[in-house]
């Protein structure tokens, strides 16, 4: 299923076969939340921009249409017209992040609706029947994000309840791929390493998970609060004891120089809502560096937001319009500017590929970790 073409140092080169296509890794997951990239993307804007996989959010397409709509409509992909590979996250970090409103329990989680307050329940087999009836790709494990930082004492038991979560994953997954009633009978699951800050709490529940015999693994519960040495330290410690023939994913981490440094220490999998989201601001990530497209010296710049981009944006449109766009309060400055965000992430992608490939990639780390986050 995953089979690393070349390695350059940590960095690996590799494909994934799924399903619904074959992913090339490192791979930068497009986040579509409610099966839809904020910013009026569509699935063949994806597609002229270079995404690979869409990820989407289990617990909100739970509260709206509702996964059983979902289902009765052919599942995610025909739902929304999309025929490569979707990744669904399980809804632990939305959980993690309605902290005030949830009480955490050995079965699961109880929480209140964030759109009318209603209560509801998720614990592990219910966020697998929720993703089958979704019919992803890629299930992600239902865990518990603990904030950064958290007692030790609760970070353990909050990590050892994760992995007993895990089992009961696999075992209702197992389960639903064997109903007629079920969708995508080949859909995947990934376990989820968590441990806060704790390197022994971290490699505890990384050899434990290992031991189950997943299709891929992720390092959750970082970019929540902890420091980029931090991070960086938790992947040292904690990669050596994942599988090697298995893609590794950190969730929620983006940045285009974490990125390239997460890649240096061997992770294959990317997602994070930056791209999109920062996009619908005007800030823009370009080869040299960040630009705010609101600033005033772009007013009547007729350059396009990179001229070395080969994105649709950059191909029809200057900063001055853009800023126009965006001044007038236009919808259209925000498709725009996603789109460039999008394209230029993936394609950052692609570069990556390439250094490792052709054995570069200290050189390619070198010259861009830092020029790709100075601010022109």
């Given at each position: 299923m995953f089979k690393i073409l070349h390695t350059n140092g940590k960095a690996r080169r590799g494909e994934f076969r799924t399903v619904h296509g074959v992913v090339q890794t490192p791979v930068f997951q497009n986040v579509g939340t409610?099966?839809?990239?904020k910013g009026a993307v569509s699935t063949n804007d994806l597609k002229e921009v270079?995404?690979?996989?869409?990820?989407?959010n289990t617990y909100h397409l739970h509260l709206r249409p509702g996964d059983e709509i979902v289902h009765k409509m052919g599942g995610l992909h025909r739902f929304m017209n999309w025929d490569r590979p979707i990744l669904t996250d399980s809804g632990g970090?939305?959980?993690?992040?309605?902290?005030?409103?949830?009480k955490i329990t050995e079965e699961g989680v109880s929480f209140s609706s964030h759109i009318d307050g209603h209560r509801i329940f998720m614990g592990p087999e219910e966020s697998m029947q929720i993703q089958s009836n979704l019919a992803s790709t890629i299930a992600m494990a239902f865990d518990e994000?603990?904030?950064n930082p958290s007692p030790y004492e609760y970070v353990k038991n909050s990590a050892e309840r994760t992995y007993r979560w895990l089992v009961r994953c696999k075992e209702e997954m197992t389960r639903l791929n064997k109903l007629d009633r079920t969708i995508n009978k080949k859909q995947l699951l990934f376990g989820i390493n968590q441990g806060g800050v704790f390197d022994d709490v971290r490699i505890d529940n990384m050899k434990k998970i290992a031991k189950l015999d997943l299709p891929g693994y992720a390092i959750g519960g970082l970019a929540v609060g902890e420091t980029h040495e931090e991070m960086y330290h938790i992947l040292d410690i904690v990669l050596p004891y994942a599988p090697e023939d298995r893609p590794r994913y950190l969730m929620g981490v983006g940045t285009p120089s974490n990125i390239i440094e997460?890649?240096?220490r061997g992770i294959d999998f990317f997602d994070c809502v930056m791209a999109s989201r920062n996009a619908r601001h005007g800030f823009i990530f370009?080869?040299?560096g960040t630009m705010n497209m609101m600033n005033q010296k772009y007013e009547t710049d007729s350059l396009p937001i990179d001229p070395e981009c080969g994105c649709p944006t950059c191909r029809s449109y200057s900063r001055a319009y853009i800023r126009h766009l965006f001044k007038a309060k236009e919808m259209l400055a925000m498709r725009?500017?996603?789109?460039?965000?999008?394209y230029f992430f993936n394609h950052l992608m692609e570069d990556i590929r390439a250094a490792i490939e052709e054995d570069r990639f200290e050189r390619f780390r070198a010259d861009n970790v830092i020029k790709l986050a100075k601010r022109i």
């Amino acid at each position: 299923m995953f089979k690393i073409l070349h390695t350059n140092g940590k960095a690996r080169r590799g494909e994934f076969r799924t399903v619904h296509g074959v992913v090339q890794t490192p791979v930068f997951q497009n986040v579509g939340t409610l099966a839809a990239i904020k910013g009026a993307v569509s699935t063949n804007d994806l597609k002229e921009v270079g995404c690979q996989i869409e990820l989407s959010n289990t617990y909100h397409l739970h509260l709206r249409p509702g996964d059983e709509i979902v289902h009765k409509m052919g599942g995610l992909h025909r739902f929304m017209n999309w025929d490569r590979p979707i990744l669904t996250d399980s809804g632990g970090f939305q959980v993690f992040s309605l902290a005030g409103l949830r009480k955490i329990t050995e079965e699961g989680v109880s929480f209140s609706s964030h759109i009318d307050g209603h209560r509801i329940f998720m614990g592990p087999e219910e966020s697998m029947q929720i993703q089958s009836n979704l019919a992803s790709t890629i299930a992600m494990a239902f865990d518990e994000c603990v904030e950064n930082p958290s007692p030790y004492e609760y970070v353990k038991n909050s990590a050892e309840r994760t992995y007993r979560w895990l089992v009961r994953c696999k075992e209702e997954m197992t389960r639903l791929n064997k109903l007629d009633r079920t969708i995508n009978k080949k859909q995947l699951l990934f376990g989820i390493n968590q441990g806060g800050v704790f390197d022994d709490v971290r490699i505890d529940n990384m050899k434990k998970i290992a031991k189950l015999d997943l299709p891929g693994y992720a390092i959750g519960g970082l970019a929540v609060g902890e420091t980029h040495e931090e991070m960086y330290h938790i992947l040292d410690i904690v990669l050596p004891y994942a599988p090697e023939d298995r893609p590794r994913y950190l969730m929620g981490v983006g940045t285009p120089s974490n990125i390239i440094e997460s890649v240096a220490r061997g992770i294959d999998f990317f997602d994070c809502v930056m791209a999109s989201r920062n996009a619908r601001h005007g800030f823009i990530f370009t080869r040299n560096g960040t630009m705010n497209m609101m600033n005033q010296k772009y007013e009547t710049d007729s350059l396009p937001i990179d001229p070395e981009c080969g994105c649709p944006t950059c191909r029809s449109y200057s900063r001055a319009y853009i800023r126009h766009l965006f001044k007038a309060k236009e919808m259209l400055a925000m498709r725009l500017c996603v789109l460039h965000n999008l394209y230029f992430f993936n394609h950052l992608m692609e570069d990556i590929r390439a250094a490792i490939e052709e054995d570069r990639f200290e050189r390619f780390r070198a010259d861009n970790v830092i020029k790709l986050a100075k601010r022109i």
